[in-house]
């Protein structure tokens, strides 16, 4: 609890005290309204000011101005009969025991975000004269070389120059378990350092970094408010003007039409008064969307606004890039198709051909052989483009290539039976059958189409750049409902717009990309989500929404979190509403007292409160 916190509990300790004390007395005459003032200020004179200063820059219809008005109403009920000199005390009282509690709440919330993103360095290490300093990390620049121990955060994006280690990326992933890294590996702000000494050259400015994108993203999430939100602040804009001249007309009209009784219409207007004012609403439902943007944070999920939030609670539609988000996005040999020899010796023929090149299908080729190649077993390695290597290997003519750089050699192949790409050998002129090199889908990525299934998505979509057979069989093992292939970045956006017509009125189409190459896309489409976000700046500029890791599980999470946001908010709107017009109704009527008009005011913003709290709480996996 805040210092303001504890000097607003004792305020209304005091007040309490003094309120009881001035109930206990016997004295009924006509002065009896000074032995609740005491109480009355104590707890009071704050809105009493608020509503003088907010009246005096013309912004007159406020909780602070009904209140006020409420209450100094109450006490002036004396002058016309029995003066409800403990009811105003009391509403006065419990309005501020509601404050207090949004406050407590507003601060929870905030300070479960802040634990969780509590990324923001407050040093870096810079070795001078083989002396540690610490110095603020604005003042670093790229290309220096900074020191973190264990234990400490990484307060720089760069590359491990010297040491190995884990790192604690749950901050910013979620994930539980620590990351491995080593010299030449890349290390994000934000990030803890576990176990091991590293020395980090640095690779951006500390503005540029991460770990500030991904602050200034979290800050700045409130200001995108969502279209409930909109409706709220709109609400109480006419809303409140209307209460106070209804219940101005509800303390006039009614004596004078119909003669006399005007204690009892007075304290009926009062009443109105205090179950009119719009707190529930006003508190509860930014509160809510704050508390599902934390809850999210707490999953590595970062929302840009409650206004994107409240979009994917209504997306249908989910349009998937390929290499990447479903699949690993590195090449791996898939498949070892031999002819007239073992697995073992035509995936070695292969990796020893293709030793000298850089190519990705040549690195995929070494990484599934495992050795490092003995010196002069390849020799005269020839690189023929568009086609493959040609080279001397243990002093055999060995060619690796597509099928086109096969025929060329006059050399029958037998047809590929797996999609990918299809690398053949040939040994001294003879064929010696192929590999197939492919892209493997990610280990959660079918999971993760069933989960958005289940979670009402009509239509899921992958679009890729890949070869048709390619596309058609990672989408047939994922189960995926279409897929188009051979697209360029231009033509991915044609699509993504076709599809925006297709889709159903009021509800929305994602996006979920790399957020490298596909900005574009993920700026066209309703929602942009962007896959594998740490460290990649074009992630956090171009999409609404980043995962901070490379689950495409984590969709169905966020949605799941934006539908239960959603659904709190429709649940204290409309139970406020509920509430508040049936209580004003019996006030009215007379059918109500002031006890029942504070429960209807403070009494539903403290429930409301508490079941936007909810959207804080995120099941774990």
């Known amino acids: ?65 009904l209140m006020a008005l409420a209450t100094v109403g109450a006490f002036c009920t004396g002058f016309f009969g029995h003066g409800e000199y403990p009811e105003a005390v009391f509403v006065m009282l419990f309005y501020q025991v509601g404050e207090l509690f949004q406050s407590y709440a507003v601060g929870k919330s905030r300070k479960s975000i802040a634990d969780l993103m ?72 934000g990030c803890v350092n576990i176990s091991g000494l590293l020395r980090v050259k640095v690779s951006k400015p500390f503005e540029e970094s991460t770990v500030s994108k991904i602050l200034d993203l979290v800050e ?89 939030l ?3 609670a209504k997306a249908e539609t989910m349009v998937f890039d390929k290499t990447g988000t479903l699949t690993q996005g590195v090449f791996r040999v898939a498949g070892i198709y031999p002819q007239g020899r073992t697995e ?12 000298y090149s850089s190519h990705p299908i040549s690195r995929s080729l070494k990484e599934a052989w495992g050795q490092e190649p003995q010196p002069g077993r390849a020799a005269g390695a020839e690189e023929i483009p568009g086609r493959g290597v040609r080279a001397q290997v243990d002093g055999r003519a060995v060619c690796a290539g597509n099928q086109k750089f096969m025929e060329e050699l006059g050399i029958a192949c037998a047809p590929c039976q797996q999609a990918g790409t299809a690398v053949h050998v040939a040994v001294d002129g003879a064929y010696a059958g192929y590999l197939v090199i492919a892209d493997q889908p990610k280990e959660d990525a079918a999971q993760a189409i069933r989960d958005l299934k289940a979670a009402g998505v009509k239509q899921t979509v992958m679009l890729t750049g890949d070869r048709r057979e390619v596309g058609e069989s990672t989408a047939q093992a994922l189960g995926l409902d279409a897929v188009y292939t051979q697209l360029l970045p231009a033509e991915k956006v044609e699509k993504v717009e076709a599809l925006l017509q297709q889709k159903q009125p009021k509800t929305t189409l994602a996006f979920v990309g790399d957020g490298i190459n596909d900005a574009p896309v993920l700026s066209r489409a309703d929602i942009g989500i962007a896959m594998g976000g740490l460290g990649s700046d074009a992630a956090i500029e171009a999409a609404d929404i980043v995962l901070m890791d490379d689950k495409p599980s984590k969709i169905a999470k966020a949605m799941f979190i934006a539908r239960r946001t959603l659904a709190i908010v429709r649940q204290n709107i409309i139970f406020a509403l509920a509430i508040k017009g049936l209580v004003l109704l019996l006030s009215a009527m007379g059918l109500s007292n002031m006890w029942e008009a504070v429960f209807a005011d403070v009494g539903v913003a403290v429930l409301a409160i508490l079941n936007a709290m909810r959207a804080l709480r995120v099941p774990q996996d």
């Not at 001035?22 to 005491?38: H, I, M, Q, T």
């Not at 264990?150 to 190995?164: F, H, K, M, S, W």
């Not at 995936?347 to 293709?354: C, D, G, K, V």
């Open 1 to 65: 609890m805040t210092g303001k916190q504890k000097k607003m509990l004792l305020r209304i300790l005091v007040s309490g005290v003094l309120l009881i004390a001035a109930v206990l007395v016997p004295y009924e005459g006509p002065w009896r309204f000074l032995l609740f003032l005491p109480a009355y200020f104590t707890i009071g004179w704050d809105v009493l000011w608020r509503a003088i200063v907010n009246i005096g820059h013309g912004q007159v219809f406020d909780e602070n101005f």
């Open 118 to 189: 509590d990324i923001r360095p407050d040093y870096a290490n810079v070795e001078r004269d083989g002396v540690l300093e610490q110095v603020d990390p604005e003042d670093i620049a790229i290309g220096d070389e900074i020191v973190i121990r264990p234990g400490e955060r990484i307060p720089l994006d760069g590359t491990v120059a010297e040491g190995a280690s884990s790192l604690d990326t749950a901050a910013l992933t979620g994930e539980s378990l620590p990351r491995e890294v080593g010299e030449g590996d890349a290390v994000t702000s």
């Open 220 to 308: 700045n999430s409130s200001s995108k408010k969502a279209r409930a939100e909109n409706f709220i602040t709109k609400f109480a804009r006419y809303y409140t003007p209307l209460v106070v001249c209804s219940a101005l007309a509800l303390a006039v009209l009614p004596p004078l039409l119909l003669g006399g009784g005007w204690a009892d219409w007075v304290q009926r207007a009062l009443i109105f008064l205090v179950v009119s004012c719009p707190c529930a609403l006003v508190i509860s439902v930014p509160l809510s969307f704050f508390g599902g943007i934390g809850g999210a944070s707490r999953q590595g999920i970062l929302v840009k606004g409650a206004n994107y």
């Open 310 to 312: 409240e979009a994917l």
């Open 344 to 355: 073992t010796e035509l995936l070695e023929m292969a990796a020893l051909a293709e030793s």
